[in-house]
């Protein structure tokens, strides 16, 4: 699970009267039909796919097929178009390699810290922070996952997806359960990455780890790595989490986290195989509903929601923005099978829509990380915006009328509010380009063609 994020609901300020929040003028989607000119006036119509460079990569309307258009033969306004909205062409992609390994050779553990209480161990690309000391062995088999999942998403048709603090992603390891929760761990979780910190807490009984006569060592009974995959698979794609659909923000997770691993060696090959294990056990939800979900019906179970009445002079209260699941492990059939859902959409993404290439996808991803720039600098202003308004409200003359209404005489200038950046609801902006997956197709077509190759591929959606 990831910890939530929001975004703050601004208030709305009347001069003797209501005036309407500011609505931005570029509301358009990035992945909408376009009527692109060229400097001359000149037209074409088409898709864009992304960025490379200094050229915009499009899908020609009349053709069908892609092109790259040099910027600067286009017009002003195009321009400006793909500065704001243009995201980063993604590399092509075809299929994993056979296996990802990463051997205890490979590992390099440095020991940087080992101050009581607090022990601090470096490897190429994590850093981690263990309220437990831990002896050569069972270190290097920890950060050996940590790397060997690093090498599995790296390899993946998005790669690594974040940049960490200070070169390195930081992760906490507590030696009780108690410290965990007590950190800010969710009471029924295996672990958490909080982006907000950009730090991945895990409790020791996760990695296996019991305390004995010799110290912290792995134990030798079986024990689940899922979680973690799971959980860095959050962390590596932090860049497109805050604006990406909660569905393909679990699903990759889920996909990632079945991939079968061993003595520190993923086989992508038998991936499909666990898959179909587990989709025996596990119903997915609806996958026509589960695509265009937000947050709010999914943390309802799937149920869309009625309007809740805001309260009045709630004016600083947080909105949905990017929140995730509240709780793995919870027993709650439903919130189950969503995560089957998203499991089921991602893996048909990736392996069986278009040419298996994971084109589509590859292309929403790249969008996601691009609108996650947009929601980050709307951020940055309406904190500005909430400082500066509670100084406004502060001043005389200024009546508060209740129900985020206030008064005010037309001589005072308030601060005003940013333009929220994206098309639609406040509520489904993660979905707002939608149809780079959806490639021309409704999503009844979609969702009907993924059904039949999930089924082809002994992955029935329903039964």
């Not at 990831?2 to 001069?15: E, K, Q, T």
């Not at 990736?350 to 996601?368: E, P, S, V, W």
């Not at 994206?422 to 997956?437: H, S």
Request: hydrophobic share 40%; proline share 7%; net charge neutral.
């Amino acid at each position: 699970m990831i910890s939530p994020r929001f975004v703050m609901l601004l208030p709305l300020l009347c001069a003797l009267g209501l005036a309407e929040a500011q609505v931005s003028e570029n509301t358009g989607a990035g992945s909408a039909l376009r009527e692109w000119k060229n400097a001359d006036g000149k037209a074409i119509k088409g898709w864009m796919l992304g960025r490379d460079g200094e050229s915009v990569a499009m899908k020609l309307e009349s053709t069908g097929k892609p092109a790259k258009v040099p910027l600067a033969s286009l017009s002003v306004a195009d321009r400006l178009f793909v500065a704001d909205l243009g995201w980063k062409l993604p590399r092509p992609w075809s299929k994993w390699p056979l296996d990802i390994k990463m051997g205890l050779g490979d590992v390099d553990v440095d020991v940087v810290s080992s101050a009581t209480g607090k022990y601090v161990y470096h490897t190429r690309h994590f850093e981690f922070i263990s309220g437990g000391e831990l002896a050569q062995a069972p270190m290097r088999d920890i950060a050996r996952m940590f790397e060997a999942t690093y090498l599995l998403l790296q390899a993946s048709p998005w790669g690594i997806l974040a940049k960490p603090k200070d070169g390195r992603f930081r992760a906490e390891l507590f030696t009780s359960r108690n410290e965990y929760i007590k950190a800010g761990g969710p009471t029924q979780s295996a672990g958490v990455y909080i982006p907000e910190r950009k730090v991945f807490m895990v409790p020791f009984e996760t990695l296996g780890l019991v305390n004995t006569s010799n110290g912290w060592q792995r134990s030798k009974e079986e024990y689940s790595t899922q979680t973690l995959v799971h959980e860095l698979t959050h962390m590596l794609m932090d860049e497109a989490l805050p604006a990406m659909p909660i569905w393909l923000a679990e699903g990759t997770a889920e996909y990632m986290e079945r991939m079968p691993m061993k003595i520190g060696t993923f086989t992508p090959g038998s991936h499909l195989a666990a898959v179909r294990e587990h989709h025996k056990e596990q119903p997915a939800f609806d996958l026509a509903e589960t695509i265009v979900m937000n947050r709010k019906t999914w943390d309802n179970d799937g149920v869309k929601e009625r309007p809740v009445p805001v309260a009045p002079d709630s004016r600083f209260g947080p909105v949905p923005g990017r929140l995730m699941p509240p709780g793995r492990g919870m027993n709650n059939n439903k919130m189950l099978e969503l995560y089957e859902a998203g499991l089921m959409l991602v893996y048909y993404f990736i392996h069986l829509d278009g040419n298996g290439d994971a084109a589509r996808l590859q292309r929403f991803i790249a969008a996601c990380v691009k609108n996650s720039e947009r929601l980050e600098a709307f951020n940055k202003k309406a904190d500005v915006y909430n400082k500066a308004f509670e100084e406004f409200v502060k001043q005389p003359g200024v009546t508060n009328m209740g129900g985020g209404r206030y008064q005010f005489p037309a001589s005072m200038k308030p601060p005003v509010s940013p333009p929220w950046p994206f098309a639609g609801d406040m509520e489904d902006y993660t979905i707002q380009d939608l149809e780079l997956l959806l490639d021309g197709r409704s999503v009844e077509q979609l969702i009907g063609e993924a059904r039949v190759a999930l089924s082809k591929a002994g992955l029935p959606a329903s039964r």
